[in-house]
């Protein structure tokens, strides 16, 4: 069964930082590239990054790019979304993903842009 399971949410204030987990289990890992979709409240999902099975290429959403930076440790099975810069714009719940449209993503974790 794949098991996505995203941690490191939480409130931040216009500006800050935070970094993003996933921990993926059931699957593996190191023959898929992985994505990062979110979910502002109202809105439709909304593709973030895709990062490449090695780790060395990864691609980005216009409104994030330069800000946000997507890694991956294959021995670890987890993904990581590095978010720096943040606005309340980027306020919204974070799924990683097997596919980028976020078909197969985890439960998702809230991060919360405010000051």
């Known amino acids: 069964e794949v098991q996505l399971v995203e941690s490191g949410g939480g409130l931040v204030q216009p500006g800050g930082s935070m970094r993003l987990s996933c921990v993926a289990s059931g699957f593996t890992f190191n023959a898929y590239a992985m994505s990062w979709v979110r979910q502002a409240p109202g809105k439709e999902l909304e593709w973030v990054s895709t990062i490449n099975t090695p780790g060395d290429r990864s691609y980005y959403a216009e409104s994030v790019k330069g800000r946000f930076t997507a890694s991956r440790d294959n021995a670890k099975n987890t993904l990581y979304l590095q978010l720096n810069n943040l606005t309340t714009e980027d306020t919204a719940i974070y799924f990683c993903?097997?596919?980028?449209?976020?078909?197969?993503r985890g439960q998702g974790t809230q991060v919360t842009v405010s000051s």
């Open positions: 993903s097997k596919d980028p449209r976020g078909f197969q």
